[in-house]
């Protein structure tokens, strides 16, 4: 890690490509927190990664000045716990849509979470698929109409946030574009938490996303859960909380693990340290394959 | 309207004349790139009337930015700054999800008229706060000067024909599949 000599700006991440959203997209105001965010960790540009799957959202590597793999529809998790693996200096970031990260993404989930290498899942939920035109996503309220569901879907949503409290995330928090400074923050506090965080962002859809889920709503029904009382630390109650999603809109952190557990890459240290001392001598390598 | 915080980390009660003009730098400054990139979002969207008078809002915030730039210059020269751009969120800028593709010229100009309702307010709250009067003197022009401006796009949009029904509508199905 190298400390910048000049205190790096949200500026010096933004790439020169421009964002080819629709005008409007809630996606503006997510890239805009995470450069915010980066800026104030003050990891250099070299230093961060970001994977993501397909959909609009996943377009965001390409929009940083940061390493970037707009990778394949759903495996932007695998592919990003191989890139910490193979590098744990990198800060990974991982970015993209609902649909990405809860359908065909969605087996990826337990086992990033299980796994719990140090990196950053970011959501940006617009219950629909974008990219592809409007079609009904996991998350999308029961009885959506949409161009895969004319007359109403008959589906139950994920709900996202349960989702990764149940499989047991160390870092769970929800944030809106509507509140640059919350939603800056909270991205800020998921990259500093040592270990596998998720952070699901609200991120409205203008093209094809409902009137009730834009952030003109987002700003007058939005509220904190520090508002509300909530202790982080209180991991049953960050669960009835997170019930709510769909009907309530809480934004802030719901579970933060008091004491989070070591990171897949340090257990990995630990073990190759202790076996290298139970290493045999280079002469003796071979008895290992030899019959007693 | 915007209920969000706009400022982190500035606290107002004891701002130097140095940061508050900083500070008025930074707005204009975001205000300008703000401008700038909606100007290039709606280009690409085939939105060209509200794009050309983004940009032109894009211009008058440069040289708004400027001229308090060099007033910085000439009384505090190159003194490092207590503000930075990260310390400012969306005070002059309009907020990202204001506009849309197939935007009217009509929207775009009330956009921008929203916007400096917002910066005025902004620099309203804040005199509640200031202690020095030069800051103080210093606000109450920008409080004026917004007034102004909001005068000026009034001006520019009493001259505009009213929007034909429907037009503006959002018929945007822009992304492209991969
Ligand atoms: C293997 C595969 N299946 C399907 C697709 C088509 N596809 C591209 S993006 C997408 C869904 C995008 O939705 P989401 O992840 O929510 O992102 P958004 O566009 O809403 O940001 C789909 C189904 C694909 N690219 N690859
Ligand atoms: S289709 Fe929706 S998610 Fe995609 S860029 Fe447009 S507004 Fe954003
Ligand atoms: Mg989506």
């Known amino acids: ?292 | 309207m915007t209920t969000q915080k706009q400022t982190q980390g500035i606290d107002f009660a004891t701002i130097s004349m140095r940061d508050a003009l900083d500070l008025a730098v930074l707005i204009e400054e975001e205000a300008r790139d703000r401008y700038e990139e909606l100007a290039a979002q709606l280009i690409l969207h085939r939105t060209p009337g509200a794009a050309a008078f983004f940009t032109k809002m894009m211009r008058v915030e440069e040289v708004h930015r400027k001229q308090l730039f060099e007033q910085r210059t000439r009384n505090f020269g190159n003194q490092p700054s207590g503000v930075s751009r990260e310390m400012i969120y969306d005070v002059e800028a309009p907020d990202y999800d204001e506009v849309r593709m197939n935007m009217t010229p009509r929207t775009a100009l009330e956009v921008a008229l929203r916007s400096e309702v917002k910066a005025h307010a902004f620099f309203v709250n804040a005199l509640k706060h200031v202690a020095s009067a030069e800051v103080k003197k210093l606000f109450e022009h920008l409080c004026e000067e917004e007034v102004e401006h909001q005068n000026l796009v009034k001006a520019e949009l009493a001259k505009l024909e009213p929007d034909e029904p429907g037009s503006g509508d959002d018929f945007g199905d822009d992304p492209v599949a991969q």
Request: charged letters at 20%; glycine letters at 10%; proline letters at 8%.
């Open chain 1, 1 to 292: 890690m190298t400390a910048p000599a000049v205190p790096l700006q949200a500026k010096d991440y933004k790439s020169d490509l421009k964002p080819i959203w629709c005008p409007g997209c809630g996606d503006f105001g997510v890239l805009q927190g995470l450069y915010r965010a980066l800026a104030a960790i003050g990891r250099p540009p070299h230093e961060v990664a970001f994977i993501s799957g397909i959909g609009c959202s996943s377009r965001i590597p390409g929009y940083t000045t940061a390493y970037g793999f707009n990778s394949v529809h759903g495996r932007s998790l695998p592919i990003a716990q191989g890139v910490k693996l193979a590098n744990p200096e990198l800060l990974v970031v991982v970015a993209g849509g609902d649909g990405d990260g809860f359908s065909i993404g969605g087996g990826h989930v337990a086992h990033a979470v299980r796994r719990n290498i140090n990196i950053t899942y970011i959501v940006m939920d617009n219950q629909v698929y974008g990219l592809t035109k409007g079609q009904l996503s996991p998350t999308s309220p029961k009885g959506l109409q949409t161009v895969t569901s004319p007359l109403g879907s008959l589906e139950e949503p994920v709900n996202p946030l349960l989702f990764l409290l149940a499989y047991g995330a160390g870092f769970v928090a929800q944030a809106s574009p509507a509140d640059m400074p919350g939603m800056s923050a909270l991205i800020e506090e998921a990259i500093r938490y040592p270990g596998f965080s998720f952070v699901n962002i609200q991120s409205p859809c203008v093209t094809f996303g409902e009137d009730d889920q834009q952030l003109k709503v987002h700003k007058a029904k939005m509220k904190t859960l520090a508002s509300l009382g909530h202790d982080p630390a209180d991991q049953l109650r960050a669960m009835d909380l997170a019930r709510a999603y769909g009907t309530e809109l809480y934004t802030g952190v719901f579970y933060r693990n008091p004491n989070p557990p070591l990171p897949y890459e340090e257990l990995i240290k630990l073990r190759i340290a202790e076996e290298s001392k139970k290493a045999r001598p280079r002469n003796r390598i071979l008895d290992a394959y030899l019959q007693k």
